[in-house]
C-alpha cells in the first residue's frame, strides 16, 4: 500500500471525506509529519516513526495510532465507539471528535519524541 493520498484516491467520496478529515486534523495538529506506511498501512509518520493510520474496513473506519498507550489516554472519552487495543473504530455517520483526535496524536507524537 502507499502513501495516504494514494489510499484516499481509492475511496468512495464519502469514506474519502471521513478519513481525509482525521488525516487533516492529525496533520494540523502534528505538522511535522509526512506520509508514509506503519505495519503496511499507509499512515502518517513523526520523526520517521508511524503517528497514525485511518483505514475502510468492510464495517466500519478505524483510527490505528501505533500504541495501546495512545488509544487508553482517551478511552474515557469514546462512548458510543468501539475501541480495542490498539484501534478505534467509528463510522461517517459517527465520527470521531476532532478533540480526541487532536488528543491523540499528540499523545502519540510525544511518545515518539520520547524514544528518540
Known sequence: MGTVDDYLATLTDEDRAAIARVYRVA?????????????????????????????????????YPFSADAV???????????????AIRFTREHPLPDDVVRDLVLFRAEQIGAKR
Open 27 to 63: 496533520s494540523e495538529t502534528v505538522p511535522d509529519t509526512e506520509q508514509g506506511t506503519g505495519y503496511g498501512m499507509p499512515a502518517l509518520l513523526f520523526r520517521g516513526k508511524a503517528l497514525l493510520s485511518v483505514m475502510r474496513t468492510r464495517s466500519h473506519l478505524g483510527v
Open 72 to 86: 487508553a489516554s482517551v478511552r474515557g472519552r469514546l462512548d458510543g465507539f468501539e475501541v480495542s487495543t490498539g
